[in-house]
C-alpha cells in the first residue's frame, strides 16, 4: 500500500512537469505585462497541430521540428504582441479578457475547420516505451522524466535571463512600472514583444511535450488554460520556481484522486487548489521572493 503511494506521488509528479510548460508562459505574461491571456491553452494547442503538420511533411521526429520552429514560434508571438496585444497594455482587465477571448474562438474554429474534431497524438519513437527502475519495484518512463526535466532546465534558463542579462533586467523594469521604464528611455512596446517571443518559446515547448505525451483535439484549449492558471495562482503570480511546485500540486492531487475514483481526477485538481488558495491566497511563493 505504502509501495503503490509513493509510486502515484511519483507519477504525479512527473505529470507535474507537463502542467509546468503549460503554466509558464502564463507565469510571464501575468508577470511583464499584467494580462491573463486567454487565448494561452488554445495557442499551445494551435502549436500543437502546426508541430503535427510540419513533422508528417518533413518527415521528421517532433522533437527536431520543434526546435526547428523555436526561432518561428518567437517571431511570431513577438508579432501578435505588437501587432494585437500590445494595444491592450494598459487597458482595463474587461478588454484584454475580450479580445483574448474572441482569439480563443477563431483558433479554436479555424483548427476544427482545418483539421476536424478528431484527436491526435505525435509519435516520440522508443523513447516513449523506455522506463528506469529506481528500486523497490517502483519504475519511472523515460518520456515523462526528460519532460519534468525540461520544465526544470525551461524555469532555470528564464530565471538565469530574467535576472543575469540586461534584457531581463529591462524587461523587469518595464514588469514594475511600464510609465517610468518609457521616462528614462526603455521601448517598452519592443520589450514586451520581446516577452512574447519568449512566451512563445514556452509554448512550443509545452505543445511539444503535450503531443507526444497525450492526445489532444481542437477543442482542449480552455482545459490547458485552466489548468495552466491554477499552477500559476498556486505558486504564486510571477515566481517561476513557485509555478514548478503549482505544477507539481496539481499533478499529484490529480493521480491520488484518480486511484479513489477516476471522477475524482480533475475533482482533486480543484479541491486542493480552492483549500492552498483559501489558505495562502497570495500564492505558496510570493512575488517578493526571487522569482
Same mark, same amino acid.
Given at each position: 500500500?505504502?509501495?503503490?503511494?509513493?509510486?502515484?506521488?511519483?507519477?504525479?509528479?512527473?505529470?507535474?512537469?507537463?502542467?509546468?510548460?503549460?503554466?509558464?508562459?502564463?507565469?510571464?505574461?501575468?508577470?511583464?505585462?499584467?494580462?491573463?491571456n486567454?487565448?494561452?491553452?488554445?495557442?499551445?494547442?494551435?502549436?500543437?497541430?502546426?508541430?503535427?503538420?510540419?513533422?508528417?511533411?518533413?518527415?521528421?521526429?517532433?522533437f527536431?521540428?520543434?526546435?526547428?520552429?523555436?526561432?518561428?514560434?518567437?517571431?511570431?508571438?513577438?508579432?501578435? %504582441?505588437?501587432?494585437?496585444l500590445?494595444?491592450?497594455?494598459?487597458?482595463n482587465?474587461?478588454?484584454?479578457?475580450?479580445?483574448?477571448?474572441?482569439?480563443?474562438?477563431?483558433? %479554436?474554429?479555424?483548427?476544427?475547420?482545418?483539421?476536424?474534431?478528431?484527436?491526435?497524438?505525435?509519435?516520440?519513437?522508443?523513447?516513449?516505451?523506455?522506463?528506469?527502475?529506481?528500486?523497490?519495484?517502483?519504475?519511472?518512463?523515460?518520456y515523462?522524466?526528460?519532460?519534468?526535466?525540461?520544465?526544470?532546465?525551461?524555469?532555470?534558463?528564464?530565471?538565469?535571463?530574467?535576472?543575469?542579462?540586461?534584457?531581463?533586467?529591462r524587461?523587469?523594469?518595464?514588469?514594475?512600472?511600464?510609465?517610468?521604464?518609457?521616462?528614462?528611455?526603455?521601448?517598452?512596446?519592443?520589450?514586451?514583444?520581446?516577452?512574447?517571443?519568449?512566451?512563445?518559446?514556452?509554448?512550443?515547448?509545452?505543445?511539444?511535450?503535450?503531443?507526444?505525451?497525450?492526445?489532444?483535439?481542437?477543442?482542449?484549449?480552455?482545459?490547458?488554460?485552466?489548468?495552466?492558471?491554477?499552477?500559476v495562482?498556486?505558486g504564486?503570480?510571477?515566481?517561476?520556481?513557485?509555478?514548478?511546485v503549482g505544477?507539481?500540486?496539481?499533478?499529484?492531487?490529480?493521480?491520488?484522486?484518480a486511484?479513489?475514483?477516476?471522477?475524482?481526477?480533475?475533482?482533486? %485538481?480543484?479541491?486542493?487548489?480552492?483549500?492552498?488558495?483559501?489558505?495562502?491566497? %497570495?500564492?505558496?511563493?510570493?512575488?517578493?521572493?526571487?522569482?
Amino acid at each position: 500500500m505504502a509501495l503503490e503511494l509513493i509510486n502515484q506521488i511519483i507519477q504525479g509528479a512527473l505529470i507535474g512537469g507537463l502542467y509546468v510548460l503549460f503554466a509558464i508562459g502564463l507565469s510571464l505574461s501575468l508577470g511583464v505585462m499584467r494580462f491573463v491571456n486567454i487565448a494561452h491553452g488554445d495557442l499551445i494547442v494551435l502549436a500543437s497541430f502546426i508541430l503535427m503538420s510540419f513533422s508528417a511533411i518533413l518527415g521528421l521526429s517532433p522533437f527536431i521540428v520543434a526546435a526547428l520552429l523555436m526561432p518561428v514560434a518567437f517571431l511570431a508571438f513577438y508579432a501578435l %504582441q505588437r501587432l494585437l496585444l500590445q494595444r491592450l497594455v494598459g487597458t482595463n482587465m474587461l478588454g484584454v479578457i475580450l479580445v483574448t477571448f474572441g482569439l480563443a474562438i477563431v483558433i %479554436q474554429n479555424g483548427l476544427l475547420e482545418t483539421y476536424g474534431p478528431d484527436t491526435r497524438k505525435l509519435s516520440g519513437g522508443a523513447l516513449e516505451l523506455k522506463s528506469i527502475n529506481i528500486g523497490g519495484g517502483l519504475s519511472i518512463g523515460l518520456y515523462p522524466l526528460l519532460v519534468f526535466a525540461t520544465a526544470v532546465v525551461v524555469i532555470f534558463a528564464l530565471d538565469r535571463f530574467l535576472y543575469r542579462t540586461s534584457i531581463g533586467s529591462r524587461i523587469r523594469a518595464v514588469a514594475d512600472d511600464p510609465a517610468a521604464a518609457n521616462l528614462i528611455g526603455l521601448p517598452s512596446a519592443k520589450i514586451y514583444g520581446i516577452a512574447m517571443g519568449v512566451v512563445g518559446l514556452t509554448v512550443m515547448s509545452a505543445a511539444c511535450c503535450m503531443s507526444v505525451w497525450t492526445n489532444f483535439d481542437p477543442e482542449i484549449g480552455p482545459s490547458r488554460l485552466l489548468i495552466a492558471f491554477e499552477v500559476v495562482v498556486l505558486g504564486g503570480l510571477g515566481s517561476l520556481w513557485g509555478t514548478l511546485v503549482g505544477g507539481i500540486i496539481i499533478g499529484v492531487a490529480q493521480n491520488l484522486g484518480a486511484q479513489v475514483d477516476a471522477a475524482w481526477q480533475i475533482l482533486a %485538481q480543484h479541491l486542493v487548489f480552492l483549500v492552498i488558495l483559501f489558505l495562502r491566497p %497570495q500564492g505558496l511563493f510570493s512575488r517578493g521572493s526571487r522569482t
